[in-house]
């Protein structure tokens, strides 16, 4: 019997989150058991040709791949950023996809993949969390088939990179974060803080790019995409970092903190707000203030191994 963690992985597939899928399909410590896709990072259609693509480059097995929310469940989320490029995957210029998606909603695959499963399942939630609250409105008793959800979002100490306080994914849809987040599941929570540690130097995503390794040859070549818009001379591995730490928790700093997302505000909405007061300083009904573990810091060679090392080339690190 393999000892592989079976896992769901909800992303928005622009180029953070390919990273991620070449890390979570590459690595022998995961069970990919679907991947559904939600619009955030590119338009909901472009989101899943980008999945589709990138499983088609690196020859992955048949994974079911499900269509999800194309929208935030209030108001209109945030516009797709420029930094991912006109295909939202860093212009890489992939040949379209072979392989087609499920014909049922990613919400309704979700529940069926769950309800199926034997055991829990641990969810590695990349994107704005639409998908995942409309499963918990809709469906709540398949939370108990929910093992754990490492989600990358919000902000621990760091400013925010939608707006000053709020960072992309909570802020596209703060009250789907709030069913999420509020709603009393196990949560590991990977904020921006621990997504700037990991990167790779553009002389290392160059020599990924050069790779014999199809799945390094995209990351090399997304790395110096982002090279180029950021005139920057590395290139963060992002929300691959998120995935990297489910795969090797020891590598991750975690603490225990009661959080809300902020709804309201003209500049606030979208936050993630952590009381590091005292318990004895709080003055409000714990119930409201859910605890979630926060990934506040990790190692970052530890990463950047882990992560060279499972696109098979752990030769191009320069340390």
Not at 55 to 82: C, K, T
């Amino acid at each position: 019997m393999s000892s592989a963690l079976p896992v769901l992985l909800d992303v928005d597939t622009g180029g953070d989150d390919a990273l991620a899928l070449l890390l979570a399909m590459a690595s022998p410590a995961l069970d990919v058991r679907g991947i559904t896709c939600v619009e955030g990072n590119c338009p909901l259609e472009q989101v899943v040709v980008n999945t589709l693509t990138l499983l088609d480059a690196i020859g992955a097995p048949p994974v079911p791949v499900a269509v999800g929310m194309n929208g935030s469940i209030i108001d209109d989320g945030l516009p797709p950023p420029a930094l991912h490029g006109s295909d939202g995957m860093g212009d890489l210029g992939l040949p379209k996809p072979r392989r087609n998606a499920v014909d049922v909603h990613a919400v309704e695959f979700l529940r069926r993949t769950l309800a199926d499963a034997r055991e829990p399942l641990t969810m590695i939630c990349l994107a704005p969390l639409s998908n995942i609250a409309m499963l918990l409105r809709m469906y709540p008793q398949i939370a108990e088939k929910i093992a754990r959800l490492y989600v990358m979002g919000g902000t621990y100490a760091s400013p925010g990179n939608a707006t000053p306080a709020a960072e992309f994914n909570i802020r596209c849809d703060p009250e789907a974060a709030a069913i999420v987040l509020h709603g009393g599941l196990p949560v590991t929570l990977y904020p921006l803080d621990p997504f700037m540690q990991v990167w790779f130097t553009e002389s290392e995503a160059r020599a990924l790019a050069e790779s014999t390794s199809a799945s390094a040859r995209i990351a090399g070549g997304i790395g110096l995409h982002y090279c180029r818009f950021f005139g920057a001379e590395y290139s963060l591995i992002g929300d691959a970092g998120t995935v990297a730490a489910v795969i090797d928790p020891e590598g991750a700093t975690v603490e225990r903190w009661p959080m809300r997302v902020e709804l309201s505000g003209s500049e606030t909405r979208g936050a993630t707000v952590f009381d590091r007061r005292s318990a004895r300083q709080r003055d409000y009904d714990d119930a409201l203030w859910k605890g979630l573990d926060v990934v506040t810091e990790v190692d970052a060679p530890r990463y950047r191994r882990l992560m060279a090392s499972a696109l098979g080339a752990a030769h191009v690190l320069a340390e």
